[in-house]
């Protein structure tokens, strides 16, 4: 079963705007993780965030991690017609899991 | 370096069936994992290794078998395919270092008929 659910379900904006897309899940995390799938291709990583940790930066990327409400959030800046992909948070549960839990991702379209 | 390599990238195969996908790593990653993609589903997982010699469930193992007998390869079976198993599959690696990111390959993309 999912622990990671992102929302939207899909987005769709135009070039130049900012794209947010949220995660959920449910149980007690050492990590989240974010990841970019483009059409046809394997997933990349994008980012990771701490349990111990509330925000972070990478480039255009800002995650956001709020333990108290079990939710993290990943902002797009300035968005390109090349970040159209599916996004997709996953989670390594405590103890030192690394097995990461996927969500069903988020379908972002970007129009130029 | 190649990262995380996927053979083959397609396949149809018949019900009934058998067929083994390899996953190669270049990392000297421990952890190795096999996911599968269904529209709608996100990334399951089927099997995952965390070393050589290792093997372990994941969420939906049933009807796939899996070995780890050098490290930087998994490889992933199906004794007699169903169409049940048609979907994308997904390996990875991991470094569980500082940095702690999965690595995916490119996808086996298997349809059963």
């Known amino acids: 079963s999912q622990q990671g659910e992102e929302d939207p379900q899909a987005l769709s904006i135009q070039e130049g705007e900012n794209a947010t897309m949220n995660c959920s899940y449910k149980?007690?995390?050492?990590?989240l993780q974010w990841y970019r799938q483009n059409s046809g291709r394997g997933l990349v990583h994008l980012i990771l965030?701490?349990?111990?940790?509330r925000e972070k930066h990478s480039g255009r990327l800002r995650v956001t991690l709020d333990t108290s409400k079990k939710s993290s959030s990943l902002l797009i800046t300035a968005s390109r017609a090349a970040d159209t992909a599916s996004y997709f948070c996953a989670t390594d549960a405590s103890g030192g899991s690394y097995i990461p839990t996927f969500g069903r991702g988020t379908s972002l379209i970007v129009h130029p | 370096n190649a990262g995380v390599t996927q053979t083959p990238k397609f396949r149809v195969l018949k019900t009934g069936q058998s067929m083994t996908l390899l996953c190669a790593q270049d990392?000297?990653?421990?952890?190795m994992y096999w996911y599968r993609q269904d529209p709608g589903m996100g990334l399951r997982l089927i099997h995952y290794s965390v070393g050589e010699g290792t093997t372990a469930k994941g969420e939906v193992p049933d009807g796939y078998n899996v070995s780890r007998l050098k490290k930087q390869n998994f490889l992933l079976g199906l004794e007699s395919a169903a169409p049940s198993q048609t979907s994308v599959y997904f390996c990875?690696?991991?470094?569980?270092?500082?940095?702690?990111?999965?690595?995916f390959g490119p996808g086996t993309r298997l349809t059963v008929t």
């Open positions: 965030i701490r349990s111990n940790e």
């Open positions: 990875a690696s991991r470094e569980t270092g500082t940095r702690n990111e999965q690595y």
């Open positions: 990392m000297n990653h421990e952890y």
């Open positions: 149980t007690s995390i050492n990590n």
